[in-house]
C-alpha cells in the first residue's frame, strides 16, 4: 500500500557525509520506518529505527554516533544523515516500514520496501 523511494545515494570519500532519503507515497504517519543496508555478499542488516513519532530512535552499533534518522511525516519523508563515512559503510542502503514497531528490527518483519540507492565509500 506504500510506495518507498530512497535517494542521496552516491560516491563519497572516507571521512565525508551523505543524507539519503526515502519519499513515501502516502502518510507514514501510521508506519514506524527503517534504514537497512545490504554489502555485496552479506545478508541485510538494520542501520536505524524510528518509530511513528519520531520519539524513540535505534541505531546499529556499527553507526551509532555517525549516522542520525529522522521523519518528517507531514512530508511522508525519512532522513538518514550519514558522517564520518567509513568504506566499511559501502552497501545498497534500503528503507523501509513496519505497521507494528518491531523490538529487534529484522529485515523480515518490514512490511514495505523501496528498491535501495548505493552508497560507496572509497578509501
Known amino acids: 500500500q506504500v510506495q518507498l523511494v530512497e535517494s542521496g545515494g552516491g560516491l563519497v570519500q572516507a571521512g565525508g557525509s551523505l543524507r539519503l532519503s526515502c519519499a513515501a507515497s502516502?502518510?507514514?504517519?501510521?508506519?514506524?520506518m527503517g534504514w537497512f543496508r545490504q554489502a555485496p555478499g552479506k545478508e541485510r542488516e538494520f542501520v536505524a529505527g524510528?518509530?511513528?513519532?519520531?520519539?524513540?530512535?535505534r541505531y546499529a552499533d556499527s553507526v551509532k554516533g555517525r549516522f542520525t534518522i529522522s521523519r518528517v511525516n507531514a512530508a511522508n519523508t525519512v532522513y538518514l544523515q550519514m558522517v564520518s563515512l567509513e568504506p566499511e559503510d559501502t552497501a545498497v542502503y534500503y528503507c523501509?516500514?513496519?505497521?507494528?514497531?518491531?523490538?529487534?528490527?529484522?529485515?523480515?518483519?518490514?512490511?514495505?520496501w523501496g528498491k535501495g540507492t548505493l552508497v560507496t565509500v572509497s578509501s
Open positions: 523501509a516500514a513496519v505497521r507494528s514497531l518491531p523490538s529487534n528490527w529484522s529485515p523480515t518483519g518490514m512490511d514495505y
Open positions: 502516502s502518510s507514514i504517519s501510521y508506519y514506524a
Open positions: 524510528i518509530n511513528w513519532s519520531g520519539g524513540r530512535l
